[in-house]
């Protein structure tokens, strides 16, 4: 696998300046999506991350997609494929967010938002749940 294009999809920000100026007990969205042209073996990817906390200082939406082109082996073996999708791909694009957003708010003139690390295998073994 290797990494065509990661880029910045959609943006939202906005600081409400009367609220304590602290984002620490965030409550956080995050959707992930895909799809994938088995043609030309190219994956389209999107991770998105809100805050959902009504009281927070800030209120953020930033989505971010990639393209990735797979190997023929790592398209064959079907866990090793979903691995790929669900955990991997998303897993490389969220420093991307959480890089856009503490830059944000430091540009903004507040103090930064750092997104925690996320554990995209649970993640992935909820949403299976899910969808079963």
Do not use: W
């Given at each position: 696998m290797h990494i065509i294009d990661i880029?910045?999809?959609?943006?939202?920000?906005?600081n409400t300046p009367d609220k304590k100026d602290s984002a620490e007990d965030l409550?956080?969205?995050i959707q992930?999506?895909?799809?994938?042209?088995?043609?030309?073996?190219?994956?389209t990817f999107r991770v998105k991350?809100?805050?959902?906390?009504?009281?927070?200082?800030?209120?953020?939406?930033l989505e971010y997609g990639g393209k990735f082109k797979f190997e023929d082996v790592e398209i064959?073996?079907?866990?090793t494929f979903d691995r790929l999708q669900n955990v991997n791909i998303p897993a490389i694009i969220y420093p991307y967010?959480?890089?856009?957003?503490?830059?944000?708010?430091?540009r903004a003139g507040s103090p930064p938002v750092f997104l925690p690390p996320v554990n995209f295998v649970k993640l992935a073994k909820i949403e299976q749940r899910t969808n079963n």
């Open positions: 880029r910045l999809l959609s943006c939202r920000y906005s409550e956080l969205e992930c999506g895909k799809s994938f042209n088995e043609k030309k073996k190219i994956g991350v809100r805050n959902t906390k009504e009281d927070e200082p800030y209120s953020f939406m064959e073996d079907q866990e967010i959480r890089e856009h957003l503490a830059d944000l708010c430091r």
